[in-house]
């Protein structure tokens, strides 16, 4: 009969002195691998969470029923403020984006184009660049260049002064840039590469190539995902109203605090802003869904 060997530190007691496996246990709660919470939130009836979820939305009802100012009055007031938000915040927003597109699309052209450079230590620089700003948090950036941006600059005897909403331009152009160099280095490497070897067999240059017959086929490529990042630095532009800009939603804050800050005012006022950003962000949406339709590649 055939004996089974022990196993020591399983069979038997082991002797040596080296690591092994040792059983689960539980260790205090608070430390980083503990789970007494997430089993706490198992085992709790599920009524608890129902009563607590009550509770949050009785009390803004609650709040709403004892005051005197009604829903109706909150619109009217929107209503008498519209002007003021419109004209003076949202095309705020409308400049803002038009202006930090602007900027990221031509840096982030230029960076694009040295991602694909032939010199190994452009290619590393923008490659560095792009991965940077590409997965850096917008609300962050803003934060350091508008700490970091001068409030003004002194030229002699000439002081120009530098309004926030410039500094936010400049702050929000860096993720966008990075995004747009993805885009263009992303629809260059997309043209299959018999258009180079064609072009380099009719003895064109590089340049050559990349401005005659590369970049034309690439710009259909790139207008549907550019007007998507138009779309969504839009909808972004609202948080530099973090940093004291005054855009529709800082606006929206102040005329509700003329209006003696009003829990009924809540609604209409940022309500309006959903709305007017939806109406402005949608058609483009639609729009870019239509040209991706109509420039995708049919095999």
Not at 1 to 30: E, H, Q, W
Not at 41 to 48: F, M, S, V
Not at 108 to 127: A, D, E, N, T, Y
Not at 242 to 247: D, F, I
Request: hydrophobic share 55%; proline share 6%; net charge positive.
């Amino acid at each position: 009969m055939k004996r089974i060997r022990s196993i020591p530190g399983l069979d038997a007691t082991s002797n040596s002195d080296l690591a092994v496996l040792k059983p689960f246990r539980a260790r205090a709660a608070g430390e980083a691998d503990d789970l007494l919470f997430s089993r706490w939130i198992a085992a709790t009836p599920g009524w608890i969470f129902a009563v607590m979820a009550a509770v949050v939305v009785a009390w803004p009802v609650a709040a709403y029923a004892q005051s005197t100012y009604t829903m109706g009055q909150a619109v009217d007031a929107l209503w008498k403020w519209l002007p003021f938000l419109v004209g003076s915040g949202f095309l705020l927003n409308i400049l803002i984006s038009f202006l930090t597109m602007a900027i990221g699309t031509i840096t982030g052209v230029v960076l694009g184009l040295w991602q694909i450079s032939p010199h190994p230590w452009l290619r590393k620089f923008s490659w560095a660049v792009t991965q940077t700003f590409r997965n850096s948090p917008w609300l962050v950036l803003l934060f350091i260049v508008m700490l970091a941006f001068p409030f003004e600059i002194n030229l002699g005897f000439t002081v120009i002064l530098i309004p926030d909403w410039v500094k936010a331009v400049f702050g929000l152009s860096l993720p966008v840039m990075a995004n747009i160099s993805e885009v263009v280095r992303g629809a260059i490497q997309s043209v299959p590469s018999g258009q180079w070897e064609a072009a380099e067999s009719l003895a064109y240059s590089r340049q050559q190539t990349l401005w005659r017959i590369i970049l034309p086929q690439c710009f259909k490529r790139m207008i549907p995902p550019w007007m998507n990042w138009y779309a969504i630095l839009t909808m972004a532009t609202p948080l530099v109203s973090l940093l004291g800009v005054e855009e529709i939603v800082t606006l929206s804050r102040q005329a509700m605090e003329a209006e003696d800050n009003h829990p009924e005012l809540l609604v209409p006022f940022y309500g309006f802003c959903l709305v007017i950003f939806f109406a402005y962000c949608y058609p483009i949406a639609r729009f870019t869904i239509s040209l991706e339709k109509r420039f995708a590649v049919k095999l």
